[in-house]
């Protein structure tokens, strides 16, 4: 089994920064990406950015790409989630999700373990 425990949320005024992190527990062989999730009110789940564990090979949501940055730290075994040049529209829960998956941004279905997630929120 594996626990994922995202943490470092918070409120911040748009063009800020926040980083968002990741710690895993347990074992984690069976997985070879992390990735970060976020669920806005009324709007369906969306993959935000994901990093392959084994490379380090990266992908990014079309929203994201520039501003948000995805890497991890093995010795901790936590995977960070830059946010610069915050939005409003980037208000959300955000999720930490691991599973094995083949390459590129990976469906929310693809993914076996959870985070309870943690709330961003952007105000203009």
């Known amino acids: 089994q594996v626990q994922l425990v995202e943490s470092g949320g918070g409120s911040v005024q748009a063009g800020g920064s926040l980083r968002l992190s990741c710690a895993a527990l347990?074992?984690?062989?069976?997985?070879?990406?992390v990735a970060w999730f976020r669920q806005a009110p009324g709007k369906e789940r969306e993959g935000v950015a994901v990093i392959y564990t084994g490379g380090g090979a990266t992908y990014y949501a079309d929203s994201v790409k520039g501003r948000f940055t995805i890497s991890e730290d093995n010795a901790k075994r936590t995977v960070y989630l830059q946010m610069d040049s915050l939005k409003p529209e980037d208000t959300a829960m955000y999720y930490c999700a691991a599973g094995f998956y083949s390459h590129g941004l990976p469906k929310d279905y693809g993914m076996d373990y959870w985070g309870k997630g943690t709330l961003v929120t952007i105000s203009s």
């Open positions: 347990g074992d984690t062989d069976s997985t070879n990406c």
